[in-house]
């Protein structure tokens, strides 16, 4: 009778899954594309690290992975997550509501703006301040995110709740 080999790709410790979640996060935040590759192949990993994120009741406790990768202009990093099943491109944070299209526009990215309009981001999405992606944008000044946006169809009447400004105003 002949010996069982052990599988090549052994099931990972669950108690080594948080840690290798937190991995993952402080790759992403660095573009270590390298490492985020690697350990997304290690099943569980993904889901760990959206769990961490997560506080009581399911509700984002901290950036997601993909605001991480925004904020951060990890555009490569984002294309692996998106490619692997991190969650969609209209989940919200929970500090201000804001979808990573928001933080693309407002950091003036637009190779990440484009990546994420290609896994179909919602453009009018406002945050929790009533602000969409366009405003968001148009408070840095920067015309490029606002034109990609507005040949998107988004709404160029959105104004601020708050003062009533629309993207033109922010944008003088």
Do not use: C, K, Y
Request: proline letters at 8%; hydrophobic letters at 45%; charged letters at 20%.
């Amino acid at each position: 009778m002949e010996a069982q080999q052990p599988p090549i790709n052994p099931p990972p410790d669950p108690a080594a899954l948080p840690a290798r979640a937190e991995e993952l996060t402080l790759a992403v935040t660095d573009g270590d594309l390298e490492t985020v590759r690697e350990l997304l192949e290690i099943p569980g990993v993904l889901t760990a690290a959206i769990a961490a994120g997560r506080g009581a009741g399911g509700r984002r406790g901290r950036p997601g992975l993909l605001h991480i990768a925004a904020t951060n202009g990890r555009v490569a990093v984002a294309r692996e997550l998106l490619a692997e099943g991190s969650p969609g491109v209209d989940e919200r944070e929970a500090a201000q509501g804001q979808t990573a299209l928001h933080i693309a526009a407002e950091w003036s990215n637009v190779e990440f703006m484009r990546l994420l309009r290609e896994h179909s981001a919602a453009i009018d999405e406002a945050d929790a301040l009533g602000l969409t992606p366009l405003l968001a944008g148009a408070a840095n000044g920067v015309l490029e995110p606002l034109r990609l946006l507005a040949q998107w169809g988004a709404d160029l009447a959105a104004t601020e709740p708050s003062r009533g400004r629309s993207a033109t105003h922010l944008v003088r």
